[in-house]
């Protein structure tokens, strides 16, 4: 694992984060915020991406060695235009964050609790990855969700990211 590896990993986090934003703005009104199932992690497109961005923020306090007790979800945002700016918000912080990590940086024990106040100690490359790792996860409950409602959206998939970047593959 390295910077570069890192920062790569977390401009793809971005790319499809938005990408799934842009299908679900597109989305005739109320379609992100209909109930879809308890089967879900959370049961609107709304909430399920409130979720990958409440995570990335929490986690990203614990980097600073803060513990928010509490993790931000579909009820802190009125609808997707304010879940998109904080989106935004957030990317901004991010990408200044990974811009800054060194190597050394990756073997970085931190100590954080989570939101029941349990400690626990890990290095920061293995929770950068899994912090990208849990959004691929949502996004993909997030695809399956907007399947359900109208079709397959775009493919999110690491491939295609790199081969759109390359310019072998048209957005």
């Known amino acids: 694992m390295t910077p570069v590896l890192i920062r790569e990993l977390y401009a793809y986090d971005r790319w499809a984060n938005r990408l799934l934003l842009d299908v679900i703005s597109a989305m005739p009104p109320?379609?992100?915020?209909?109930?879809?199932?308890?089967?879900?992690?959370?049961?609107?497109?709304?909430?399920?991406?409130?979720?990958?961005?409440?995570?990335?923020?929490?986690?990203?306090?614990?980097?600073?060695?803060?513990?928010?007790?509490?993790?931000?979800?579909?009820?802190?945002?009125?609808?997707?235009?304010?879940?998109?700016?904080?989106?935004?918000?957030?990317e901004a912080e991010v990408q200044a964050f990974v811009d800054a990590v060194q190597p050394a940086d990756l073997t970085r024990v931190v100590h954080y609790k989570n939101t029941r106040g349990d400690a626990f100690a890990l290095p920061l490359g293995p929770l950068l990855q899994h912090v990208a790792n849990h959004g691929t996860h949502h996004r993909s409950e997030a695809s399956s969700m907007i399947t359900q409602i109208q079709g397959s959206p775009p493919g999110t998939d690491l491939l295609f990211y790199h081969l759109i970047q390359s310019g072998q593959m048209k957005p």
């Open 30 to 90: 109320g379609d992100a915020t209909r109930e879809l199932g308890a089967h879900w992690s959370f049961p609107t497109l709304k909430g399920m991406l409130a979720h990958v961005l409440g995570a990335e923020i929490i986690w990203f306090s614990r980097f600073r060695g803060e513990s928010p007790t509490r993790l931000l979800g579909d009820a802190d945002f009125a609808d997707i235009p304010s879940l998109r700016a904080a989106f935004t918000t957030v």
